[in-house]
């Protein structure tokens, strides 16, 4: 049987990780779930710490999303690994097994959640190319985790993305209908949450253009599997 190893990065997420780490810890399939504090201010670590079977990783400064997923990875021991953001809400032990077969039975190389508050542009053509919900297998990234740690904050996305086109991957989309997140507007107020996505796109952009986007887009629709 294969291992699966679960990173969620989590940033000033104590009253949300909880929920997550409650459905990573009991799923069958899952062998080791890692968290990763990255420099919060909040109790987040403490909220983690009370799930003696999690593994805490706790960065005192704040780098960003993809090098706290980036150490995550590197602390684990598994052959597949299921990302999953600490924010996500209505999450079920049925999502997650959904999220993990097609790389676990070997019919896709990439999975990718699609939440049911995905944009309308990305629940449209059925695809969000930025979803943090991804299980993959660890060969996928091992010779690149020193380009993912010196990635923008959210520039990990894009970058996976890239990887999965040059090596022509199969993708697979794996429709969350009932799992969603919470906004940045109601985590930190509006003016904090509208600065916030801001701040993420910017990384964003730094890592892919519009331009480079639609390719991805569009390069990743024909890599899907039925």
Same mark, same amino acid.
């Given at each position: *049987? ?20 409650? &459905?990573?810890?009991?799923?069958? @399939? ?5 968290? &990763? ?14 799930? =003696? ?6 960065? @005192?400064? =704040? ?13 684990? +021991? ?10 996500? &809400? ?19 190389? *990439? ?6 508050? +995905? ?41 996976? =993305? ?6 022509? +991957?199969?993708?697979?989309?794996? =429709? ?7 906004? #940045?507007?109601? #985590?930190?107020? &509006?003016? #904090? ?6 701040? *993420?796109? #910017?990384?964003? *952009? ?5 331009? !480079?986007?639609? !390719? !991805?887009?569009?390069?990743? !629709?024909?890599?899907?599997? +039925?």
């Amino acid at each position: *049987m294969v291992n699966v190893s679960c990173i969620i990065p989590a940033y000033n997420e104590a009253l949300r990780v909880g929920r997550v780490l409650e &459905v990573m810890c009991a799923h069958p @399939l899952i062998d080791e779930v890692i968290a &990763v504090d990255d420099g919060s201010t909040d109790t987040t670590a403490q909220t983690i710490s009370r799930f =003696n079977e999690v593994r805490l990783i706790r960065q @005192l400064v =704040n780098a960003g999303k993809s090098a706290a997923i980036c150490a995550g990875i590197r602390a684990s +021991a598994c052959e597949v690994l299921v990302l999953a953001d600490a924010d996500l &809400v209505g999450l079920a032990e049925s999502d997650v097994t959904a999220l993990l077969m097609p790389v676990l039975k070997g019919t896709a190389d *990439m999975s990718i959640s699609l939440r049911k508050d +995905a944009l309308l542009p990305w629940r449209t053509i059925g695809l969000d190319y930025l979803s943090g919900e991804r299980a993959f297998h660890r060969e996928l990234i091992a010779a690149h985790l020193d380009a993912i740690a010196a990635l923008p904050g959210f520039g990990l996305e894009s970058y996976l =993305n890239e990887l999965l086109i040059r090596r022509r +991957a199969r993708i697979e989309v794996v =429709n969350w209908a009932s799992v969603g997140h919470t906004l #940045k507007a109601r #985590k930190y107020g &509006v003016w #904090k949450g509208l600065s916030s996505e801001t701040l *993420m796109m #910017k990384h964003i *952009m730094e890592t892919t253009t519009l331009a !480079q986007a639609a !390719q !991805q887009i569009s390069a990743m !629709q024909r890599l899907r599997v +039925a």
